[in-house]
């Protein structure tokens, strides 16, 4: 009987791929009895505890009893003949600002340690088990999300697999999502984008991570960090994975059902802002990635966009993030400012300064930038940039708070582009295997997340091929 270890990975010229274990051969394989969804979390549950592992800093709770339960639940409904969907028994992973009913929501921080545990579960919580996915724990993160790093001082910071040895970050705020699913102590993995928290992760650990029009998941029973930016989205080893993910999250059946012939498609490619301080690896994969795409007769158009400049002084005064973070903790950093993380209070409290006038001033302002992207890009499938522009760098070169922020910022830079724009956004692998991990961003206007997903699948079959 199968338990499936660690993920395999097949090189791209390109890019990299994964061949197994995705949501859909996982599938089959308990339907065809090749696997038990008790195998596939025992497993799961070992590659956690793995002496050499990295699951001590990827999970802040792992629930083995109540996976184990549900595991063997699934496989008595199916071993019954009874009607299942084709994922039940899968193992996934929640990142830990999610309600789970019985557990308490701490949102990698120990300010929330002391709370009740949740009642009930999230709402994209229920959705998940009424697919019958198995939950096998909740996943480390940036304190309250607040982060693209992904390093948490309180339960520790899981180093991506790439060049281990040198401990490099895992990306946030969804930063044990990423490697849950990487190392396979989980198959798939839910986390939450405000501004990149599930794609920068799946661009560090080599996955598929999608940013979903953010009222396509409610965000029901979860710790928010800016309900005006805050979509729930995937991380997956496939496109397809995220497709799954999606719709289960969603409930939206056939959300991405098919895709498209990419020959004569037009991509954009802003020349301004997501290039700037980009490393030279980031340029040469970003750049060969789109000699691949031109070659399969898509049309790529480097395009400057200014409006992309008037980000800095809409977020001038801390933005959204600041303003509705500091709205939600107020309190607690009264009561307990001194426990956060202050690179995480730091930030929240610049909200404090905002006034009502400055919130409204920037509600217009994200109006004005979205109605002139919306315009820019008018005609084309999808913008496409580099996820981050930098690879990972070690979590030991970001002790220095100034260093942090200019890393913060770099990386938190392209992908909260989308969430301003309300839109939706996928991250593909496309370096080789074993080289430094480097993902490409699709991006299109908000209620597209169809046509971008088709769009993404056909990119992902391109880069595939040897």
């Not at 199968?2 to 394989?29: Q, V, Y």
């Not at 693209?148 to 990306?171: K, L, Q």
């Not at 080599?206 to 800016?226: C, D, F, I, M, Q």
């Not at 708070?401 to 770099?410: G, K, P, Y």
Request: charged share 20%; glycine share 10%; hydrophobic share 45%.
């Amino acid at each position: 009987m199968r338990a499936f270890g660690n993920p395999l990975l097949r090189p791209g010229l390109t890019g990299a791929i994964l061949t197994s274990p995705t949501f859909a051969s996982l599938a089959r394989d308990l339907h065809d009895g090749n696997t038990t969804s008790e195998a596939l979390t025992e497993a799961c549950l070992a590659a956690i505890c793995a002496p050499n592992g990295e699951g001590q800093q990827t999970f802040v709770h792992v629930d083995a009893d109540g996976a184990r339960a549900q595991a063997r639940a699934m496989d008595t409904l199916r071993a019954a003949g009874a009607s299942v969907s084709p994922y039940a028994g899968i193992p996934i992973s929640v990142k830990d600002l999610f309600d789970v009913a019985g557990q308490v929501t701490s949102a990698g921080s120990v300010v929330l340690a002391g709370e009740k545990p949740a009642g009930r579960d999230a709402e994209a919580v229920s959705r998940l088990r009424r697919a019958g996915l198995v939950i096998v724990g909740r996943t480390n993160m940036s304190e309250f999300a607040f982060s693209g790093v992904g390093i948490n001082p309180h339960h520790g910071t899981p180093a991506i697999s790439w060049d281990r040895a040198s401990r490099r970050i895992p990306g946030g705020s969804s930063s044990g999502a990423g490697i849950s699913v990487s190392d396979g102590m989980a198959h798939g993995a839910i986390g939450t984008d405000t501004g990149g928290s599930c794609r920068i992760p799946a661009a560090f650990t080599g996955l598929v991570g999608y940013k979903p029009t953010a009222r396509l998941v409610p965000t029901a029973g979860t710790v928010p960090l800016s309900p005006s930016l805050d979509s729930v989205g995937p991380i997956g080893r496939s496109v397809d994975c995220c497709v799954t993910l999606t719709s289960i999250l969603s409930g939206m059946n056939n959300l991405a059902d098919g895709k498209v012939d990419l020959a004569g498609l037009r991509l954009v490619v802003p020349t301004n802002f997501v290039t700037d301080g980009m490393d030279a690896t980031v340029s040469l994969v970003f750049d060969a990635s789109l000699e691949r795409l031109s070659r399969a007769g898509v049309i790529v158009r480097r395009l400057e966009m200014p409006v992309l400049n008037s980000i800095h002084s809409i977020n001038a005064l801390g933005g959204f993030a600041a303003a509705e973070s500091y709205h939600w903790h107020r309190k607690l950093l009264e009561r307990d400012g001194g426990r956060y993380d202050p690179r995480v209070r730091v930030r929240m409290e610049r909200g404090r300064s905002q006034t009502a006038a400055d919130y409204l001033d920037l509600l217009n302002a994200r109006a004005g930038f979205i109605a002139a992207v919306e315009e820019l890009v008018d005609g084309y499938d999808a913008i496409v940039m580099p996820t981050v522009p930098i690879v990972p760098p070690r979590i030991d070169d970001l002790v220095e708070d100034s260093e942090f922020a200019r890393i913060n910022l770099l990386l938190l830079r392209n992908p909260a582009i989308i969430n301003l724009l309300d839109g939706c956004a996928i991250s593909l692998p496309i370096h080789a295997v074993g080289k430094a991990p480097v993902g490409l961003m699709l991006a299109a206007p908000q209620g597209h997340d169809s046509a971008l997903l088709r769009l993404a699948r056909g990119v992902e079959t391109l880069f595939a091929q040897r």
